[in-house]
């Protein structure tokens, strides 16, 4: 599988879009981008994931290059409860290999 | 609602004293898997069960077994557990169908601790 890029740290205002970029240069063509978060001594939670097309759900959107190189989820409108790390993920075969993930930050 | 579900949260064992972790799925789904997280790490697969065929990561303890009676139950057991397992073990579940992707929902996790 693919490895993934990502800042270890971000910092967004509540009420503003958060934008969390990802680098996945190797990618293949089978290959999908998977998103998830995990909220302090919880599980992960699965956000969105898409293969070349831009998908968005009632969570984020996820927004993926023409060449598929990168990637950026949105969270439109951020709120406190959006803390978390954030985990980009790209699969082909069944298992997930969790990167280091980017630790989010929604400021009051 | 449909879940995974995992007990106990919390988990104390002694050093070298087996313990068995459960998980249970309201899903249906026909793979699940477990993962070891340490402290501020990411998690790591340990193994997964496809209906009842096992897969074992190439680098997962022998120390480590799981069990899967049925489509709904899963088991991690650590025959003997060190100072250095104690993690939060996560479990998951998918809907794995060849040619297609599947997505993995997470369980909250069980803490193990080793005294």
């Known amino acids: 599988d693919a490895k993934t890029t990502q800042p270890p740290s971000m910092d967004c205002a509540e009420g503003r879009a958060a934008n969390l970029p990802c680098n996945h240069s190797?990618?293949?063509?089978?290959?999908?981008v998977y998103w998830y978060r995990q909220i302090h001594s919880q599980g992960p939670q699965y956000i969105i994931h898409?293969?070349?097309n831009n998908e968005t759900n009632e969570m984020a959107s996820l927004i993926i290059t023409e060449d598929r190189k990168s990637s950026t989820l949105i969270l439109p409108h951020a709120t406190l409860r959006d803390t978390a790390v954030y985990y980009c993920?790209?699969?082909?075969?069944?298992?997930?290999?969790f990167g280091q993930g980017t630790r989010l930050t929604i400021n009051p | 609602d449909a879940m995974v579900i995992q007990n106990p949260r919390y988990q104390v064992t002694q050093f070298g004293k087996p313990v068995t972790l459960s998980c249970s799925q309201t899903?249906?789904?026909?793979?699940m898997y477990w993962y070891q997280q340490k402290s501020s790490q990411a998690p790591k697969l340990l193994f997964h069960?496809?209906?009842?065929?096992?897969?074992n990561e190439a680098d997962t303890p022998d120390n480590f077994q799981s069990r899967r009676p049925n489509t709904s139950f899963c088991f991690l057991d650590i025959r003997s557990p060190g100072l250095g397992d104690a993690a939060m073990y996560l479990c998951?579940?998918?809907?794995?169908?060849?040619?297609?992707?599947?997505?993995?929902?997470f369980g909250p996790g069980t803490r193990l601790t080793v005294l």
């Open positions: 898409g293969l070349k």
């Open positions: 069960y496809y209906d009842k065929d096992f897969n």
């Open positions: 899903l249906n789904h026909n793979v």
């Open positions: 998951a579940t998918s809907r794995f169908r060849a040619g297609d992707t599947d997505t993995q929902y």
């Open positions: 190797t990618i293949s063509g089978n290959e999908y």
């Open positions: 993920i790209v699969r082909g075969a069944q298992k997930l290999v």
